[in-house]
Structures are given as structure tokens and as C-alpha cells.
């Protein structure tokens, strides 16, 4: 969502990018059940491009916070208080990691209403630590033949 923008008048302008565009890429979220829920709801709208989900790269803790702040990841940001504590997750051994996340979005990359084509990764400028983390989740038994990786 938007702020000053109504869902509706988001997912009309959506509809009428269609034509033009050949996938759609998510905002930076931090919550599988919201990205389902918001990709069901522009399926809902008519909206039939395959989507890339935003999510943040392995990226450091501290520049994390400071980014989801500044460009209002409100909801995820809530949502990681309220499940299992922002602070808490940031201070885990070795810091944020998109690993949980990636496992709960892994079974829709083939679901063809989701049709989740992949993933943008957000880097925030810490390319070589992402790539890493891809590098090693695409090496994984976890991720292995789910295609959310490419």
C-alpha cells in the first residue's frame, strides 16, 4: 500500500500498467502471509503478470532497521514486533538473514495463482553479502527445485 494512495486506485493503476509490463516486483516486505495475501488481492483485481517478491537481501542489522524505517515497512516492521520481537530478530547470531522467509514463499513459486517468478532482492548497497547468502541457499536441500532463487 500507500500512504496518501487508496488500495483501489493502486491496483487501477496497476491493471492499467498491465499492457506494458511483463512481471510485477513487490515492495521490501518482511511478512509471507502479507505478500500472499497482497499478490491474491491484485489477483483478485485482474492483474495476471508474474510477480518477483521484494524482500531484503543478507544485509547488516543496523542499516536494516535504518532503511524499514525510512521508507515505511510499517506492517512488516509490526508484524516482526508483535511475532517475534524486531530487536530480537536483529540481535540472532549472525543478524538478519531473508532464509525464513524465503522457506515460507518457497511452495507458491510454482502455485500458479501466486505465480511467483522469483525474487528482488534489496540490497541496500551490500551486494557481496547477498550474493553469498543466494549463492548458499541455492546450494541448500531446502531451496533445492523451488525456482524462487533464480
Request: include cysteine.
Amino acid at each position: 500500500g500507500h500512504p496518501l494512495i487508496d488500495d483501489k486506485e493502486l491496483d487501477r493503476a496497476l491493471v492499467d500498467k498491465q499492457p506494458f509490463a511483463s512481471y510485477v516486483v513487490s515492495q521490501l516486505c518482511f511478512d509471507a502471509d502479507t505478500i500472499l495475501g497482497w499478490i491474491s488481492d491484485i489477483r483478485d483485481s485482474g492483474i495476471r503478470l508474474p510477480v518477483y517478491v521484494g524482500l531484503p537481501g543478507a544485509v547488516d542489522r543496523k542499516k536494516l532497521l535504518q532503511i524499514s524505517l525510512k521508507v515505511g515497512v510499517g506492517d512488516s516492521v509490526r508484524f516482526l514486533r508483535k511475532q517475534s520481537g524486531l530487536v530480537g530478530m536483529l540481535l540472532k547470531p549472525g543478524g538478519y538473514s531473508p532464509d525464513e522467509l524465503v522457506e515460507r514463499l518457497a511452495p507458491y513459486a510454482g502455485d500458479r495463482h501466486y505465480d511467483i517468478a522469483g525474487l528482488h532482492l534489496y540490497t541496500f548497497n551490500q551486494v557481496e553479502g547477498t550474493e553469498q547468502w543466494r549463492q548458499r541457499m541455492l546450494g541448500s536441500k531446502k531451496s533445492s527445485g523451488t525456482g524462487v532463487l533464480r
